[in-house]
T-cell receptor
Framework: DAKTTQPPSMDCAEGRAANLPCNHSTISGNEYVYWYRQIHSQGPQYIIHGLKNNETNEMASLIITEDRKSSTLILPHATLRDTAVYYCIVRRGGGTSYGKLTFGQGTILTVHP | EPEVTQTPSHQVTQMGQEVILRCVPISNHLYFYWYRQILGQKVEFLVSFYNNEISEKSEIFDDQFSVERPDGSNFTLKIRSTKLEDSAMYFC?????????????FGDGTRLSIL
């Protein structure tokens, strides 16, 4: 699976947009970009995923660059409850190891009042 | 919204004892996973399971570990002869399929403490 690089920590003011970057320069054409978050040792929570098009759901938006080498997760109006570790994961699209998720250290997002 | 449930939330066990961690995956999901997270470390994949067989396992998943789907709803992880280093959060996950466009959904975990 392609390796991802995320900043170790970021801060955001409550009510503002949080933009979390992720680099995945070795991504292959059939690999999806997934975002999960983990709030205070709870189980990882699925946020959003995409292949090459931008995606939006009720939680967030995912912007993937045209060359697919990087992406940005956008939380449009961050709240204190969005304080968590955010993981960007590239998941293989086929082959024998396309089930598991490989977590990195993620980005610790702290939302301030 | 359907969710993955895990029991117990906290398990304390003496070293050398056997422990069984239980999970109820989302009802229409067919693929099941166990991950663990040692305190302060990354979430690590242990095993995936489909159609009553292990699909994939990591190097961590050695002979002391086993998984089972004893009935139509539960998915269990058994650790025989527990060791101190087995202390961790254990997360169960499930997905509709193994296809990479199908997300895995996680439970809130069981905290296993080995004394």
């Amino acid at each position: 699976d392609a390796k991802t690089t995320q900043p170790p920590s970021m801060d955001c003011a409550e009510g503002r947009a949080a933009n979390l970057p992720c680099n995945h320069s070795t991504i292959s054409g059939n690999e999806y970009v997934y975002w999960y978050r983990q709030i205070h040792s709870q189980g990882p929570q699925y946020i959003i995923h995409g292949l090459k098009n931008n995606e939006t759901n009720e939680m967030a938006s995912l912007i993937i660059t045209e060359d697919r080498k990087s992406s940005t997760l956008i939380l449009p109006h961050a709240t204190l409850r969005d304080t968590a570790v955010y993981y960007c994961i590239v998941r293989r699209g086929g082959g024998t190891s396309y089930g598991k998720l490989t977590f990195g250290q993620g980005t610790i997002l702290t939302v301030h009042p | 919204e359907p969710e993955v449930t895990q029991t117990p939330s906290h398990q304390v066990t003496q070293m050398g004892q056997e422990v069984i961690l239980r999970c109820v995956p989302i009802s229409n999901h067919l693929y099941f996973y166990w991950y663990r997270q040692i305190l302060g470390q990354k979430v690590e994949f242990l095993v995936s399971f489909y159609n009553n067989e292990i699909s994939e396992k990591s190097e961590i998943f050695d002979d002391q570990f086993s998984v089972e789907r004893p009935d139509g709803s539960n998915f269990t992880l058994k650790i025989r002869s527990t060791k101190l280093e087995d202390s961790a959060m254990y997360f169960c996950a499930s997905s509709l399929s193994l296809m990479s466009n199908q997300p895995q959904h996680f439970g809130d975990g069981t905290r296993l403490s080995i004394l």
